[in-house]
């Protein structure tokens, strides 16, 4: 059995909670804000009968719309790199107006930024 004794080890955020938090980082950057209140539960955010209006810019320089409404939760939560749902397309392009799809969000709020994987700049 392996046994770690210390007599104690400091421990460093990089978001110090309380007035003391720092503006800059380590380097200097300014330090974004964090959210005051705790994010809604993904749940509520993509639950049944939501709509959401999704933008793309198309090779004519236009912008095409799609709206989708919730049709059923696959897979919600926090510390995930998605949200999945099926949705109905309420409105859009004909090839898919009327159909159900697929659709997978890569909403910030619920990514855990430390799933995310590394990269070195050489």
Not at 80 to 87: G, P, W, Y
């Amino acid at each position: 059995m392996l046994s770690i004794q210390a007599e104690s080890i400091p421990v460093t955020y990089p978001y110090p909670p309380g007035p003391n938090r720092p503006s800059k980082d380590f380097f200097g950057r300014l330090l974004p804000p964090l959210p005051s209140t705790t994010p809604p539960p993904a749940s509520t955010i993509y639950d049944v009968g939501k709509t959401f209006s999704i933008t793309r810019p198309t090779a004519k320089g236009r912008t095409e719309t799609v709206v989708i409404k919730v049709v059923r939760p696959i897979e919600l939560g926090y510390c995930q790199f998605t949200q999945s749902v099926i949705a109905h397309v309420e409105s859009g392009p004909p090839y898919l107006l009327g159909r159900d799809v697929f659709v997978k969000v890569y909403d910030p709020l619920y990514i855990d930024p430390d799933d995310l994987p590394s990269m070195s700049i050489i």
